[in-house]
């Protein structure tokens, strides 16, 4: 573990970060606060740089430079990007009610100790200033050594049940374990009163953490209700699913979803993607991809041109899905053979304009995928036999 001094010199070292205690210095009564701090106890570089100030946030976003900031009134808070690419989250101070269970909390303006205890977990109750100050909650320092997650009271879960994915997600990124109690809370916790939308935003969040099935085990074991019958992670998978997909190419997150759910019924996950707020074309890919882990056209797929029949328009989630050494050969080597001819040559060679063009040209590539590279004069013969 750092200590404050040491995680205050982790911030300075970051071009980001070094503006930020320039301006903290400037407004007093602010500090870092949330993952960050967190993060920097212990001795990882901080996701994102949240800063609470007691008071109106305005004079801290003009210390912080010009650049373009996003606010939300009701809460006081400020996305604030600056024009040399800085991004800062700024909250005022406040406390948090809630009329009911997973409602949007109502909010006082607070000092920030009072808004530290309106917070999730004791690891993310703690705020730095620029003094190398640390203000914590109770236990906070314990738990973070520790490695523990622990909620801070018993209606965290009841005021707002997206908190069960947070942990779910800290839990899996940080190998921390939940306290019992905070486990018994979060079993017993209805993630229901809160919307869809809302759950699936968090979900999209798990499947983009560093080992999400690491993230989504540590969600069903917390509430199995955050995700739906049938869904089973299936590690390995996702794994050699990854491992296929080309570097930069297609939706890793998606993947993830998709190998988890080939085992629901077809007609659950649709309703369940569309509950989650996923747009209809990547609840498509899902579904797709989903399927064709059972699929096994191209599994039995003999030749090179057999394998261009199974994956040809399939998207590159579903193949690396489908998995083997057809899938990787198609992915990595296959897909990008070419013909040298085109639809232009056929025409000149006196074939009408028509379906029968693509169709040859198909017929062509083919043949190049069985027999290999040879040359303009053959392609245009395969295509024309
Ligand atoms: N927070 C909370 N309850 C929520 C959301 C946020 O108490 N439902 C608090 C936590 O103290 C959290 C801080 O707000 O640390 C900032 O939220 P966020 O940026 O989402 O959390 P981080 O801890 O920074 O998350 P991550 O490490 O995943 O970036």
């Known amino acids: 573990m750092h200590t404050p001094a040491e995680a205050l010199g982790a911030v300075r070292a970051l071009a980001c970060g070094a503006r930020l205690l320039t ?15 967190r993060d920097l106890l ?20 003009a210390a912080l430079g010009p650049g373009e900031a ?18 800062y989250d700024v909250a005022r101070a406040r406390t948090e009610s809630y009329a009911r269970p997973g409602a949007l909390p109502d909010v006082a303006w607070a000092s920030i100790e009072q808004d530290l205890l309106r917070r999730d977990v004791t690891v993310n109750a703690m705020a ?20 523990v997650l622990r909620v801070l009271h018993d209606g965290s879960f009841r005021d707002d049940p997206t908190r069960l994915w947070r942990v779910a997600r800290y839990a899996a990124r940080l190998r921390f374990t939940v306290e019992p109690h905070t486990a018994a809370l979060a079993a017993a916790a209805d993630p229901s009163t809160v919307s869809g939308e809302r759950l699936g935003a968090e979900l999209r969040l798990a499947l983009r953490e560093p080992d999400p099935p690491a993230a989504l085990r540590a969600a069903q074991a917390l509430n199995p209700r955050l995700l739906p019958d049938g869904f089973e992670v299936r590690e390995r998978a996702v794994r050699e699913a990854l491992a296929l997909l080309p570097v930069g190419e297609g939706r890793a997150d998606l993947v993830v979803l998709a190998a988890c759910t080939a085992g629901m019924d077809v007609g659950t996950l649709l309703r369940w993607l569309d509950a989650m707020g996923f747009p209809a074309a990547e609840r498509d890919l899902v ?8 699929g096994a056209p191209l599994r039995a ?57 693509g169709e ?9 995928l069985d027999d290999g590279e040879a040359g303009r004069e053959a392609e245009l013969r395969w295509a024309l036999e």
């Open 23 to 37: 301006a903290l210095e400037q407004v007093g009564d602010a500090a870092l606060v949330g993952g960050a701090v």
């Open 42 to 61: 212990l001795g990882r570089p901080p996701r994102e740089l949240d800063v609470v100030v007691a008071g109106d946030p305005e004079p801290l976003l």
């Open 70 to 87: 996003r606010r939300h009134a009701r809460f006081g808070t400020a996305t604030l990007r600056t024009t040399d690419g800085c991004v």
């Open 128 to 147: 730095l200033d620029h003094l190398g100050t640390l203000t914590a909650v109770e236990g906070a320092l314990e738990d973070l050594h520790g490695g």
């Open 287 to 294: 579904a797709a991809a989903s399927r064709f882990v059972t």
């Open 301 to 357: 797929a003999r030749s090179p041109s057999e394998v261009a029949r199974a994956a040809r328009g399939a998207p590159v989630e579903a193949i690396a899905l489908a998995g083997g050494e057809n899938a990787r050969r198609w992915l990595h080597d296959l897909r990008h053979v070419q013909l040298e001819i085109t639809g232009e040559d056929l025409l000149a060679a006196g074939v009408s304009p028509g379906p029968e063009i």
């Open 360 to 368: 040859r040209l198909r017929r062509a590539l083919d043949r190049k």
